[in-house]
């Protein structure tokens, strides 16, 4: 496999250099590996962390900056990073009003931010913690205990960002995570594996011809595989597993999420079979987004996540942000 790499070691501090490069509003500290906003700590604000295990970008790293994340903690290739990283950034967004950490839910991520959040608390900083399990493909899974947490977590530390940068205390944007994730449901579909630099060639076997629904963003295993399908065909069977779940009494978000690979000529295609269904099933949409938000390094597939929204949720989604993976309103 080709990859534009120099060394599996170094990939993650490359990419951790270059988005210091590109992104000079941010603070990034490649020895450390904790990315942050230049003008943490914001006085009287509570700050956010979240994390993960590289590979998923834009997702934790790309969401870093006003009306969003205070700071990332990246990890290896899909593996935790380590509660030192997360004390440590928990320790430089803390203005005094407290920190929320945001963790998907996998046994690494939950096992070190529960240490760094009793850490943190050692040093006198008050953590609060949101766990995001959106994913309704599987109930257990090879990285989890419950949900595996996918494309809600954007929409967390969205919208609970939005909060947090208007003042709001910590016990409410805890609060409104918790209900942001309570609120949404994610389900994914990969049409090709993934290559992780560190094994160089696809990390499950996808025969040609099929499809994986249910997939994770690490390639764990879903509900079943089936011979390839349309685009409407996949869109009526995610739709209705999230909606299965789900069941909105209100309007939606929907994100049309790629997992990598898969060009926005086929997300966009997708993402008007997924509102032709929602439209059949009397969804309503309030807003889309589509692109390449949570992925899985180079795996071609898409996932749905759909968040049902009141009047408080949708104006925190439409505040605006500034970070180098989604910005719009300034």
Same mark, same amino acid.
């Given at each position: 496999?080709?990859?534009?790499?120099?060394?599996?070691?170094?990939?993650?501090?490359?990419?951790?250099?270059?988005?210091?490069?590109?992104?000079?509003?941010?603070?990034?500290?490649?020895?450390?590996?904790?990315?942050?906003?230049?003008?943490?700590?914001?006085?009287?604000?509570?700050?956010?962390?979240?994390?993960?295990?590289?590979?998923?970008?834009?997702?934790?790293?790309?969401?870093?900056?006003?009306?969003?994340?205070? %700071?990332?903690?990246?990890?290896?290739?899909?593996?935790?990073?380590?509660?030192?990283?997360?004390?440590?950034? %928990? %320790?430089?967004?803390?203005?005094?009003?407290?920190?929320?950490?945001?963790?998907?839910?996998?046994?690494?991520?939950?096992?070190?931010?529960?240490?760094?959040?009793?850490?943190?608390?050692?040093?006198?900083?008050?953590?609060?913690?949101?766990?995001?399990?959106?994913?309704?493909?599987?109930?257990?899974?090879?990285?989890?205990?419950?949900?595996?947490?996918?494309?809600?977590?954007?929409?967390?530390?969205?919208?609970?960002?939005?909060?947090?940068?208007?003042?709001?205390?910590?016990?409410?944007?805890?609060?409104?995570?918790?209900?942001?994730?309570?609120?949404?449901?994610?389900?994914?579909?990969?049409? +090709?594996?993934?290559?992780?630099? +560190?094994?160089?060639?696809?990390?499950?076997?996808?025969?040609?011809?099929?499809?994986?629904?249910?997939?994770?963003?690490?390639?764990?295993?879903?509900?079943?595989?089936?011979?390839?399908?349309?685009?409407?065909?996949?869109?009526?069977?995610?739709?209705?597993?999230?909606?299965?779940?789900?069941?909105?009494?209100?309007?939606?978000?929907?994100?049309?999420?790629?997992?990598?690979?898969?060009?926005?000529?086929?997300?966009?295609?997708?993402?008007?079979?997924?509102?032709?269904?929602?439209?059949?099933?009397?969804?309503?949409?309030?807003?889309?987004?589509?692109?390449?938000?949570?992925?899985?390094?180079?795996?071609?597939?898409?996932?749905?996540?759909?968040?049902?929204?009141?009047?408080?949720?949708?104006?925190?989604?439409? %505040?605006?942000?500034?970070?180098?993976?989604?910005?719009?309103?300034?």
């Amino acid at each position: 496999m080709k990859m534009l790499v120099n060394t599996p070691e170094s990939v993650v501090d490359d990419a951790l250099r270059g988005m210091a490069v590109a992104h000079p509003e941010l603070a990034v500290d490649v020895e450390r590996r904790v990315v942050m906003r230049r003008d943490a700590p914001v006085t009287g604000k509570v700050g956010l962390v979240s994390g993960g295990g590289s590979g998923h970008e834009p997702l934790h790293g790309g969401f870093v900056g006003a009306g969003m994340l205070d %700071a990332a903690c990246p990890g290896e290739v899909f593996t935790s990073p380590v509660p030192d990283q997360m004390v440590r950034a %928990a %320790a430089a967004v803390d203005s005094g009003a407290g920190v929320l950490f945001i963790v998907k839910n996998y046994t690494g991520d939950v096992l070190n931010f529960n240490m760094a959040a009793e850490l943190a608390e050692d040093e006198g900083i008050q953590v609060a913690s949101v766990l995001v399990n959106d994913d309704v493909a599987v109930t257990d899974s090879l990285y989890t205990a419950g949900r595996r947490g996918t494309g809600a977590t954007l929409f967390v530390e969205k919208i609970a960002g939005a909060l947090a940068e208007e003042g709001a205390p910590l016990d409410r944007v805890e609060a409104v995570a918790r209900r942001v994730n309570e609120s949404s449901r994610s389900f994914g579909v990969a049409l +090709a594996a993934c290559t992780t630099p +560190a094994k160089g060639g696809p990390t499950f076997d996808l025969p040609a011809g099929e499809l994986e629904l249910g997939v994770g963003i690490h390639g764990e295993p879903g509900r079943e595989r089936r011979a390839m399908m349309t685009s409407a065909g996949i869109a009526d069977y995610a739709v209705d597993a999230v909606l299965g779940d789900l069941r909105p009494s209100g309007p939606v978000l929907a994100l049309v999420n790629g997992a990598g690979a898969t060009p926005l000529l086929e997300l966009y295609g997708f993402t008007s079979e997924v509102h032709r269904v929602l439209r059949e099933r009397g969804v309503t949409v309030a807003r889309t987004l589509v692109g390449n938000y949570v992925t899985s390094l180079d795996m071609a597939g898409a996932s749905v996540t759909l968040c049902q929204v009141d009047d408080e949720l949708l104006r925190l989604w439409d %505040a605006p942000v500034q970070t180098a993976g989604l910005r719009w309103g300034r």
